[in-house]
């Protein structure tokens, strides 16, 4: 069993920054792509960011030079630096992963989701 456990939402004004983690656990040999995620009522969610195992990051264009993607292998762990930010960032943030945990197992977990609301 795997779980990704989220922190760092939250309200902050606009302009402001927030930082994102979110904590894989469990029976994990190996994580492959980890990511960001969000989410607004009556819309799909939409790829903000990810990150490979080698360190390779790509975003969606809106938070290109605002939003910074990372991760700690040692901690299972991905980070997501949002600065700059804007009312339109407000969403619900889902962590995913990769993970392979041995015997030919392999899926993608989703974390809980964290609320960031971004007032004007």
């Known amino acids: 069993q795997v779980q990704l456990v989220e922190s760092g939402g939250g309200l902050v004004q606009a302009g402001g920054s927030l930082r994102l983690s979110c904590a894989a656990s469990g029976s994990i040999v190996s994580i492959n792509a980890m990511g960001w995620y969000r989410q607004t009522p009556g819309r799909q969610r939409e790829l903000v960011a990810v990150v490979t195992s080698g360190g390779t990051s790509n975003y969606v264009d809106s938070v290109k030079g605002r939003f910074t993607i990372s991760r700690d292998n040692a901690k299972n762990t991905v980070y997501l630096q949002m600065n700059s930010l804007k009312p339109e960032d407000t969403a619900v943030y889902y962590c995913?992963?990769?993970?392979?945990?041995?015997?030919?197992?392999?899926?993608?977990?989703w974390g809980q989701g964290t609320q960031v609301t971004v007032s004007s």
């Open positions: 995913n992963a990769d993970i392979y945990s041995g015997r030919a197992y392999r899926r993608e977990y």
